[in-house]
C-alpha cells in the first residue's frame, strides 16, 4: 500500500537553486498539506490544498509556491532556494482525519 | 492565533514507570490528534479524539480530552523501550489544517 509517495527522499542545493518536490496519493483523499519540520520546532504548515484547485497558505509560506495538479497531486516548488529552507518536508493528505503522512524530503541547501 | 503547547518536551523514564505527556491548546476545538514519530521516519497517528471527555487506549498509551480546559494528555503505563519516540499532540484549525505541538522526545531506559 503506496499511501502518500514523496519524491524525492534526500537532495543537496545550492543558494539561488530551484527545485520542485512531488507528492502523490493514492487514497482519493481531496484534502493535501505540505509542512516542514525543523529541529525544536514540530512540523509548521507551510500550503495546504483543501479540495483539487484551490490551494491556500498555511503558517510559513514566504518563499514557496504551490501547484494541486490533479487530486492525486501536489507539488511544492523553491524558486530560489535560501539556507533557511534547510529542513525535511513531509506531504500529508486526509479526507476525514487524521492526516496520513508521507516519508519526507530531506533538503540540505548550501 | 492558535497555539499548542506540550511538556515536558524531553522525557527520559525507566522501564516500568509511568508518566503522562499534557499537551495545551490556547484556542477551541474539539479534535485533537496524537502522533509518533520514530528517529528519521515519518509520522504514525496514534489516537483521533473528538469530543470532551473522549478516553482512547492503545496497548500502554491512553490518551484523553478535555476541550474545557483545553487539555489533553498523553499517559504512559509501565513504560518499555519500544515506547521511545518523539510524541506530538495536534489540533485542527482552518477546517482543515493541523497545528502541531513541538513534540515530547521520550526515551526509555532499562
Known amino acids: 500500500n503506496a499511501g502518500v509517495t514523496q519524491t524525492p527522499k534526500f537532495q543537496v542545493l545550492k543558494t539561488g537553486q530551484s527545485m520542485t518536490l512531488q507528492c502523490a496519493q493514492d487514497?482519493?483523499?481531496?484534502?493535501m498539506y505540505w509542512y516542514r519540520q525543523d529541529p525544536g520546532m514540530g512540523l509548521r504548515l507551510i500550503y495546504y490544498s483543501a479540495s483539487e484547485g484551490t490551494t491556500d497558505k498555511g503558517e510559513v509560506p514566504n518563499g514557496y509556491n504551490v501547484s494541486r495538479l490533479n487530486k492525486r497531486e501536489f507539488s511544492l516548488r523553491l524558486e530560489s532556494a535560501a539556507p533557511s529552507q534547510t529542513s525535511v518536508y513531509f506531504c500529508?493528505?486526509?479526507?476525514?482525519?487524521?492526516?496520513?503522512f508521507g516519508d519526507g524530503t530531506r533538503l540540505s541547501i548550501l | 492565533e492558535l497555539k499548542v503547547e506540550q511538556n515536558p518536551l524531553f522525557l527520559s523514564m525507566q522501564e516500568g514507570k509511568n508518566y503522562t505527556i499534557y499537551c495545551n491548546y490556547s484556542t477551541t476545538s474539539d479534535r485533537l490528534y496524537w502522533y509518533r514519530q520514530d528517529p528519521g521516519k515519518s509520522l504514525e497517528s496514534l489516537f483521533v479524539?473528538?469530543?470532551?471527555?473522549a478516553v482512547k487506549q492503545e496497548g500502554r498509551l491512553m490518551a484523553s480530552l478535555d476541550t474545557k480546559a483545553r487539555l489533553s494528555t498523553l499517559h504512559i503505563t509501565a513504560a518499555v523501550h519500544d515506547l521511545s519516540a518523539t510524541y506530538f499532540c495536534a489540533v485542527i484549525y482552518s477546517g482543515y489544517a493541523l497545528n502541531f505541538g513541538k513534540g515530547t522526545s521520550l526515551l526509555v531506559t532499562p
Open positions: 479524539l473528538l469530543s470532551n471527555g
Open positions: 487514497m482519493n483523499h481531496n484534502s
Open positions: 500529508a493528505s486526509s479526507d476525514t482525519q487524521p492526516q496520513h
